[in-house]
């Protein structure tokens, strides 16, 4: 090819060579005819989807043998339908596609914001080293924790329960922050991204231009990831209370008292209406600081009327 691209169109067709390592069967083994240990991804196709087999072979390390393993076909087909769910519920609020940054006020929003923003410099970085692994891995990391918690976080808020300044904070920068995912996935899972890009976009996702960080942190204004990581760590917390006692998630917390630094108490007072509706909490009493970072919580749940 070298040769032919100098002989005919006078230079090289490519100066950047990628080699990949081998793939094998579940017992190590290389994969090859003669062994008879080939799979025909036509039925990998057929069963999982083109996006599942794509994620499944991005996920092996460069550089490295890969073997061959159905499971992550299953976790790439699951990604790929919460993809499509999570996008559904975002532009349930509204398919424009116009996201004016002026509206993203809240300080939970614009902490997410930052924390996309550290995302899209990761998977920037590994992608130009042709790390496709790490670019996943992390894409991947943050969506779940955005589709788990921190949607859940601004659920209430999106809904317009806390009124219509702070919904559309929390629309826009859904929006903005879904706009960026469709993007950062679009290498990995191409025909899903561009499914859900083309409910709210004029032309495909593979020609758009890529996410730029100092956008996100411009909207941001600086507040950091730490509003962020507060919130996550309160909701998770009294999650673990209620799965310790054997409640549902959607159990009321009559009185919930948080132990933690005290910034992290301070912190967590800003966004303490967020923490208090995903968390479905009545009341909040004053926080104790303590000098561990891990955050715990006091919690009186309603009495269980199942049992």
Known sequence: MIMMGLKFMGDVPFREVYIHGLIRDDDGQKMSKSKGNVLDPTDLLEQYGSDAVRYWSASGRPGTDTAFDEGQLKIGRRLAIKLLNA????????????????????????SMLDRLADLVDDTTAAFDGFDYARALERTEA????????????????????????????????????????HRLFAPILPFVAEEVWSWWHQGSVHATGW???????????????????????????????????????????????????????????????????AGVIESVEPGVAVAETEMAVSAELEPDTDG
């Open 87 to 110: 996008s559904k519920f975002v532009l349930g609020f509204g398919t424009e596609a116009e996201i004016d940054p002026t509206y993203i006020t809240e300080l939970l929003d614009r």
């Open 142 to 181: 943050f969506f779940w924790w955005f589709t788990d918690n921190h949607m859940e976080l601004v659920k209430a808020r999106a809904y317009g329960e806390f009124g219509d300044a702070r919904a559309e904070s929390a629309r826009h920068s859904l929006r903005l922050a879904l706009s960026v995912l």
């Open 211 to 277: 996410p730029h960080a100092d956008e996100l942190r411009d909207t941001a204004n600086g507040v950091g990831t730490d509003p962020s990581h507060v919130a996550t760590q309160a909701l998770v917390v009294v999650r673990r209370v209620k799965s310790e006692n054997k409640r549902k998630l959607r159990t009321r917390v009559l009185s919930a008292t948080f132990s933690a630094t005290a910034e992290q108490l301070s912190v967590l007072d800003h966004v303490i209406d967020d923490v208090k509706a």
